[in-house]
């Protein structure tokens, strides 16, 4: 058991977006935002970091991405420096090997769709992305402490003194499908990067990235005034990111409240899958062999071969010149692939001086399966929601032209408005920190009788229950697809199993069943137990005690009280399986 979450002492707000290729975060300091709170604007203050080093200088966000020493135990560069230079420039190409994609491993892919990380990361496979994560962590804290530093100083009186761990909140965000394991390891990387003070610390809190993507939107006062002027208007968030893409329909209810109306949905079909395909058109033309032999003895020159491609192909692609053509230059870019290229395509690449003309039927070929994917999400999610008033793009894959091109020609004659807001790289990022900002604050004395959360309702996820009786039988308290309104309690009376107990353990379990008899069926997971006491053994069975789940922002909350004394017990479960 713990307390419930205090936010007293919190005076500057975090956002992190971690990603599955880039990486970014923003952050607020309360202060700046009292006389938001005060006049319940939108117009929050926050600052979103650009000064990152290498190529990712001036951008919201850097590589998440990871070179380490030979044996792997120091990371000598990260983020855009730890991506691979051109082989030109360094004596030793393979002295060091970047890491990256090691966000995949958290999510629900197959085995040949998550990324092989080094064996030297780690003895035991399934610690390796942990540790890739946690040092990818441990330098974004120093980043922190130094702005901390300056964002105190400037804005907050010089009597407060700046404990990181009790004055910071920190806000993750994380794509829709993530199961509460998968959260949990999100936590334990924070803790051991010292981001946290302990595990399941209530200063780092979870949203996500659909979420904070709408947060964003509403706040733009371009869309308030325009398609979201009326409450109880409906829009989609489209969030395409580097590995997953994840929808969400919204409502927006008065004074800029949210509603969610269907279960939210994602996939892994972002952008870092047309880097797989681009490799795949490569092999028939070198061989997969090649490909297969370059991934793995040269896997920094492959990356830097992909960092061309998606510079000046990926990245500017719009599909709309027919005699598009870009021509590869293997010499130049990747030349350590010929020596595994073999047979007829060795011949007729040196024909070519070894360069390979790509045209724009074959780069349509790599976005298709990729954006055709993305589309059928959108169809499937518009066919699960009542009336829908606009589509909204957000996440660096959505400033891809041909996925804009393509989405607008798809549903232009079903929905009316069809947007990329500004600087849609950013909007998640900046939705957390607004998120954060918005968590009942009470710093400067800010008091906002009138303040509501930000999120109104959501679409459980999950079928909730207990477990009862001597065969472990399922007592379902919320079931799948219900529609929870922010602090709304699902609760129930239970009495004990044996007339002589002296305590009673409410074990709680989710299962994505809509209907569960038995905690030991497939799929039924355990979430948390919540420890009651039960004293009066004289009374026997004769002592009712009400157990209650309460579904807050972003925690899922238990209590349960004796009914017979009033003493009451309460938990609260930082792993977030709603988020």
């Known amino acids: 058991m713990s307390d419930f979450p205090s936010t007293d002492d919190i005076r500057v707000v975090i956002s ?29 203050e926050y600052y979103t970091y650009s000064l990152w080093e290498g190529k990712a200088l001036g951008k919201f966000k850097t590589n998440t ?27 030793n190409a393979n002295a060091s090997k970047p890491v990256e994609l090691f966000k995949l491993a958290l999510g629900n892919l197959a085995d040949d769709l998550k990324p092989e990380l080094p064996p030297k990361l780690h003895l035991e496979k399934e610690e390796r992305h942990k540790k890739a994560i946690t040092d990818y962590l441990k330098k974004l804290v120093n980043l922190f402490y130094n702005i901390l530093g300056e964002v105190i100083k400037q804005r907050v009186t010089s009597h407060w ?50 979420e904070a993507a709408a947060i964003y ?61 681009f490799l795949k058109f490569l092999g ?71 360069i390979i003309e790509i045209n724009n039927d074959e780069v349509k070929e790599m976005f298709d399966p990729i954006v055709e994917r993305i589309i059928r999400l959108i169809h499937v999610q518009l066919e699960n929601s009542r009336a829908c008033s606009a589509i909204l793009m957000v996440g660096g894959f959505s400033e891809s032209k041909y996925l804009q091109k393509r989405v607008k020609e798809e549903f232009k004659n079903k929905i009316a408005h069809i947007l990329i807001p500004p600087e849609p790289t950013a909007a998640v990022v900046r939705g957390a920190v607004i998120y954060g900002l918005r968590m009942n604050p009470s710093f400067c004395n800010v008091q906002i009788p009138s303040f509501k959360p930000i999120i109104k309702n959501r679409v459980l996820k999950y079928t909730y229950g207990v477990e009862v009786g001597l065969f472990n039988s399922f007592s379902s308290l919320a079931k799948r697809g219900t529609t929870a309104e922010v602090n709304q309690k699902f ?21 994505q069943k809509y209907e569960v008899e038995n905690c030991r069926e497939e799929g039924v997971e355990l979430l948390g137990e919540l420890l009651v006491d039960l004293p009066d053994i004289d009374l026997g069975l004769d ?23 009033g003493q009451n017990y309460h938990t609260v479960f930082n792993i977030d399986a709603e988020s």
């Open 16 to 44: 992190i977006d971690f990603g599955t290729t880039f990486s970014g975060f923003a952050y607020a300091n309360l202060f700046d935002n009292k006389e938001n709170f005060q006049n319940d604007e939108m117009n929050f």
């Open 65 to 91: 991405v990871l070179r380490y020493d030979d044996e792997f135990n120091e990371v000598l560069a990260w983020g855009a420096v730890g991506l691979a230079k051109h082989p030109g420039r360094r004596k």
């Open 161 to 210: 003194e700046m404990d990181f761990y009790e004055t910071t909140r920190l806000i993750f965000t994380i794509p829709v499908e993530y199961s509460y394991k998968a959260k949990k390891v999100m936590r334990e990387c924070a803790f051991n990067a010292n981001l946290i003070s302990k595990v399941d610390s209530n200063k780092l809190q979870f949203t996500t990235e659909a």
């Open 217 to 277: 939107c509403i706040t733009k006062k371009s869309l308030r005034d325009n398609f979201l002027k009326d409450s109880e208007t409906s829009f989609l968030i489209v969030d395409c990111g580097g590995g997953t893409v994840d929808l969400t329909t919204r409502k927006l209810l008065s004074n800029c409240e949210l509603g969610e109306i269907t279960e939210r949905a994602g996939d892994f079909c972002g952008s870092t899958f047309i880097d797989k395909e």
């Open 284 to 354: 028939r033309i070198v061989g997969h062999n090649a490909i297969k032999l370059l991934r793995e003895k040269n896997y920094g020159e492959m990356q830097y071969m992909i960092q061309e491609f998606c510079d000046n192909i990926k990245i500017p692609y719009t599909g709309d010149d027919d005699n598009f053509t870009y021509d590869f230059d293997i010499d130049r870019i990747c030349s350590v692939l010929k020596q595994y290229v073999t047979g007829e395509a060795k011949i007729s690449l040196e024909e070519n001086d070894w």
């Open 491 to 511: 609760d129930g009376t239970f009495i004990p199993l044996f007339p002589y107990q002296s305590a009673v353990k409410f074990k709680i379990y989710i299962s």
């Open 543 to 565: 002592r009712k005690v009400g157990f209650s789940l309460c579904f807050c922002e972003e925690e899922i909350k238990a209590s349960a009280v004796n009914l017979l004394n």
